[in-house]
């Protein structure tokens, strides 16, 4: 799959402690990336440095903190060197009706799926932009199509989508921004939903016709192993099932 050498370069991945981050860190290991694995969940993350070898480390980091987002580019300079890959995969899909019921989980879906992307970037950028970086944003399907029940949700992943194609035309030819919007996939997302005939349905949507978050990480590798010369900006990937 790999069409350019990739050993040595480092890539950065947020939300790493389960699902398409941890599938991502997987797939870019096996490649030749050394990778930092961000996330709150250290037992997680520690875990998954262990089984990955020397080639990756973990780092508590919460993209909704900046002071900790800074102190884990510190370390990734310190001790793999400068970020080649910035993947912001950090995320929450809290559905519900829309109402004054959510309005916690509104705002906490906002400030981990947008403003976290945003701020994990901002803190990356210098890192990334001398090696001739690729910037990973996982938006969703969402951020193309919505529904009800999802209209925040759908609000930071359009919000993504849009600042992604900003930065494509201001960080070209230095960084390449590739933003991969995965439609049903099976990870603990669906978990975290906490209104209960919300939850029940997407679970049975996810269980009838989801993908893997292995089949993600692989477009993600294939994307960044993509030569220098061209750029994936943008990558729909549906269960073939999922009409929408």
């Known amino acids: 799959m ?10 950065v991945i947020t939300g790493a402690s389960s699902g398409i981050g941890a599938a991502t860190a997987r797939a870019l290991t096996a490649d030749g990336h050394r ?6 969940r250290t ?5 998954l440095a262990a089984e990955l070898g020397d080639s990756a480390i973990a780092i508590a980091a919460d993209v ?14 310190a001790e793999l060197g400068a970020t080649d890959i910035l993947v912001n995969n950090a995320g929450v899909m809290l559905l519900a009706p829309f109402s004054s019921d959510q309005q916690a989980e509104q705002r906490q879906m906002v400030e981990v799926n947008l403003l976290g992307a945003i701020t994990a970037t901002e803190v990356f950028l210098d ?10 944003n996982v938006s969703s399907v969402a951020g193309r199509t919505a529904r009800p029940g999802n209209a925040v949700y759908a609000a930071t992943k359009w919000g993504m989508n849009g600042w992604s194609e900003s930065l494509r035309q201001e960080l070209s030819p230095d960084i390449r921004v590739i933003v991969i919007e995965p439609g049903a996939v099976a990870t603990e997302l669906t978990d975290h939903i906490t209104h209960a ?3 029940q349905a997407a679970k049975q949507f996810v269980d009838q016709i989801a993908i893997t978050a292995e089949d993600i990480a692989e477009v993600v590798a294939f994307a960044v192993a993509r030569p220098r010369r061209m750029t ?3 990558i729909l990937v ?4 999922q009409s929408l």
Not at 2 to 11: F, I, K, L, M
Not at 35 to 40: C, D, E, G, K, S
Not at 238 to 241: L, Q, S
Request: charged share 30%; glycine share 8%.
């Open 2 to 11: 790999t069409s350019e050498p990739s050993a040595g370069r480092v890539a």
């Open 35 to 40: 990778v930092a694995l961000l996330a709150r």
């Open 43 to 47: 037992d997680r993350i520690e875990a």
């Open 64 to 77: 909704t903190d900046r002071d900790s987002i800074v102190a884990a580019a510190e370390r990734v300079q």
């Open 127 to 136: 890192q990334l932009r001398d090696g001739g970086g690729d910037l990973v």
């Open 197 to 199: 005939q919300t939850k």
């Open 232 to 234: 994936l900006n943008e």
């Open 238 to 241: 549906r269960p073939t099932a």
